[in-house]
């Protein structure tokens, strides 16, 4: 009995990689959206602008459900016409195609980043080009808080802008990836 509770625990706590985690979520909400509302229907103006874009049909079939999907949840902050169907906006696009990025193997883009993130990045390249930092570096050189900076940091790991490339006692020791 104990044992195969401890089998059930370790695959409880199976470690799961955070890009396969996201899209597994993003899947997970366009059929949540779908079964919730099944008779929702949207009317997206800018599909012929994303059937000239150079991304795989199966990733435009993505990206128009993941829009059709933030359509559906923002439906009271939507127009819609006299049958009822909401309209796809451009912020609806824009979020679809932000939170796929990774998805969509889009190239390395740093517009994609939030503003306080492109700073930090900018800072990063300003000062660490070609050099490999820590935390405590980072928080000398920018003057911003613990948390601020190990967000930032995450965030830019998680995006591949930064790279792990050692560990130092009880931190990491990053560089910029080119």
């Known amino acids: 009995m104990n044992q195969e509770r401890k089998k ?16 597994y ?3 997970d909400l366009n059929t949540l959206i779908k ?8 009317i997206n103006k800018y599909k012929r602008l994303l059937e000239q874009t150079t991304f795989t049909s199966s990733q435009k079939e993505l990206i128009a459900t993941t829009a059709h ?7 009271l902050y939507r127009d819609q016409d006299t049958f009822g169907r909401f309209y796809v906006t451009r912020e609806d696009m824009f979020n679809a195609i932000y939170m796929l990025q990774n998805e969509l193997h889009l190239p ?16 990063l390249q300003c000062y660490f080009e070609g050099k490999e930092f820590t935390n405590k570096d980072i928080r000398i050189r920018i003057g911003k808080g613990k948390s ?3 967000h930032h940091l995450t965030e830019l790991v ?9 560990r130092k006692q009880s ?5 910029i990836i080119k």
């Open 171 to 175: 931190g990491f020791i990053y560089k």
């Open 25 to 27: 979520h993003l899947n």
């Open 148 to 150: 601020t900076i190990y």
């Open 8 to 23: 059930r625990s370790i695959r409880r706590y199976t470690k799961i990689d955070k890009l396969s985690h996201r899209r």
């Open 158 to 166: 998680d995006r591949q802008f930064l790279e792990i490339t050692n």
């Open 35 to 42: 079964v919730l509302y099944p008779y929702r229907t949207t």
């Open 69 to 75: 999907s933030l359509t559906v949840v923002n439906e």
């Open 108 to 123: 390395k883009q740093e517009y994609l980043l939030s503003p306080n993130l492109r700073w930090f990045y900018k800072e």
